[in-house]
């Protein structure tokens, strides 16, 4: 058939028969171009309603069939959703410090900073008219590790695990052989007890003398110097031995034995041989070689440690001479975290007293960066942030957002989870911003790939057909506007 030029041809035969043949013509045409315009709408609106209703039958996973990059919650009701810092199915538990606590009132009231004098301290001892009348003579020394002071004219000395005024009685007592009214004075120079200990990111890090026993942990922060602005949690440890038996003898309520002194009577053979009952049938008391009631301790045969599963091997060894299993020291470890935001801001509930021994530590802020690629607007690398969260949603939204052939339902995520081991993923963007599942804050190194399948692409195509104008209609090729809309107008002829 062909093309409308919108020239009349001419045409033999009288005028009015020229007419008749050209309004048939224009009829014929017309009705054509309609049948065409109907043929082409009803194979776009069969191509559509295929699409829609082969898309969910294969599995395409979007939320919005015209662009499912669109994301979001979009609802009036507000909604409250965790986010998650540690993905249980991939990442093993990696507890830091176990089971944390909260400041308790007890925290917050003042220490008992009685002075017992310890190992390492330096003493100053004075004493009046030792070698001259009307002079003090005056020692310094530091007190070793068994817990002596050497003093003159008197020898070694316990002083650990005493107070300086316990000292200065002890050694009034021991002078009183050599003067007859002793006068003492014993001042601690420098203290070694009671100490607390500040690391992580600080500017000075290292070991405090606690001498004020209402020492803040403000105070106690201000002290190590600056703090990074980007610190939120602050942790104190304080330990506390299960048992005595490593313990220094003036730390479990005794005194070092002074030197030639025993720590426990001597015992006589013969008294206990004397107590032990008569032998049965006679014969008098037993020998020694009797006196032995439990059989003689055996070692038990070596255990193989590779048949020992990994979660029960332990430090412990078979001691034959106990006849027991020794392990090593058991440690009771409490560590109390703390709002440092809230604390910096004036919250006093969070400043509490420090003890001796506690243990500040200040968590250095996470570094690193973050990989992301895909149907993303702008893959790249990304920096961590300074402060806060970095959350699998905020990083997409800085890329730019999804490109037009992202799948949301499609994002894997791949994370570092051992030394040379990296592990994978699959995460739903889109369900994280309709608020129906939680959002992942994101680890240095972690590489996000936003996926897509094969019917985004024809998705993207039909979508790119469609245009809001005036009302909703089709965007065509000029050249077939004539064919859809019918003939130009007719110039009248003149």
């Known amino acids: 058939m062909p093309r409308w030029s919108g020239v009349i041809p001419a045409a033999e035969g009288p005028p009015a028969g020229r007419a008749a043949a050209i309004r048939e013509d224009q009829e014929m045409m017309v009705n054509s171009t309609a049948n065409q315009r109907r043929a082409r709408i009803a194979g776009i609106v069969s191509a559509t309603a295929l699409v829609l209703a082969v898309g969910p039958l294969t599995g395409c996973e979007v939320d919005s069939f015209f662009d499912p990059s669109r994301t979001g919650y979009f609802e009036p009701t507000p909604t409250t959703i965790e986010v998650l810092d540690r993905i249980d199915v991939i990442e093993p538990e990696d507890d830091l410090w176990g089971e944390v606590t909260r400041v308790r009132p007890d925290d917050l009231l003042p220490s008992d900073l009685t002075y017992y004098m310890s190992a390492s301290d330096i003493v100053t001892v004075e004493i009046f008219e030792l070698y001259e009348e009307n002079t003090w003579a005056r020692s310094t020394r530091r007190v070793d590790a068994g817990g002596f002071l050497r003093i003159p004219e008197i020898g070694d000395v316990p002083a650990a695990g005493l107070t300086p005024q316990q000292f200065e009685d002890d050694l009034r007592d021991r002078l009183r052989t050599i003067i007859v009214e002793p006068q003492v004075d014993v001042v601690v120079e420098e203290f070694s007890g009671f100490t607390f200990t500040i690391y992580g990111a600080t500017a ?14 403000l105070d106690a922060m201000a002290i190590s110097g600056a703090i990074p602005a980007t610190v939120t949690k602050v942790y104190v440890v304080r330990e506390l031995a299960l048992t005595d038996d490593v313990k220094p003898s003036w730390e479990t309520g005794g005194r070092p034995p002074a030197q030639g002194e025993q720590q426990r009577p001597p015992v006589d053979i013969e008294e206990l041989i004397e107590k032990l009952p008569d032998r049965p049938g006679g014969g008098g008391p037993p020998s020694l070689g009797a006196m032995r009631q439990d059989p003689a301790p055996t070692q038990p045969p070596p255990v193989d440690i ?66 992301i690629d895909g149907e993303v607007v702008r893959p790249g690398v990304y920096s961590m942030p300074a402060k806060g969260k970095l959350t699998l949603s905020r990083l997409v939204a800085a890329a730019g957002g999804l490109g037009p052939l992202a799948i949301p339902e499609r994002v894997d995520l791949t994370r570092v989870v051992g030394e040379s081991k990296e592990a994978t993923v699959r995460l739903n963007l889109g369900g994280i911003r309709a608020r129906t599942e939680p959002d992942v804050a994101l680890k240095a190194d972690d590489h996000i790939i936003i996926g897509t399948n094969w019917l985004a692409t024809p998705l993207a195509i039909i979508r790119s057909g469609f245009r809001m104008t005036y009302g909703f209609g089709f965007l065509l090729d000029r050249n077939f506007g004539a064919d859809v809309f019918g003939p130009p107008p007719e110039s009248s002829p003149e």
């Not at 060894?317 to 709002?339: F, H, K, S, T």
């Open 204 to 217: 000075s890090p290292g070991v405090y003398t606690l001498r004020n026993p209402d020492l803040r942990l």
């Open 306 to 371: 590779e048949d020992v599963e990994p979660e029960r091997r332990t430090d412990f060894a078979y001691d034959p001479q106990r006849d027991e299993w020794v392990g090593p020291e058991l440690i009771l470890e409490r560590v109390i975290e703390i709002d440092y935001e809230r604390l910096e801001r004036g919250d006093s509930s969070y400043n509490i007293v420090i003890r001796p021994n506690d243990r500040i530590w200040v968590p250095s802020p996470d570094v690193g960066v973050i990989y």
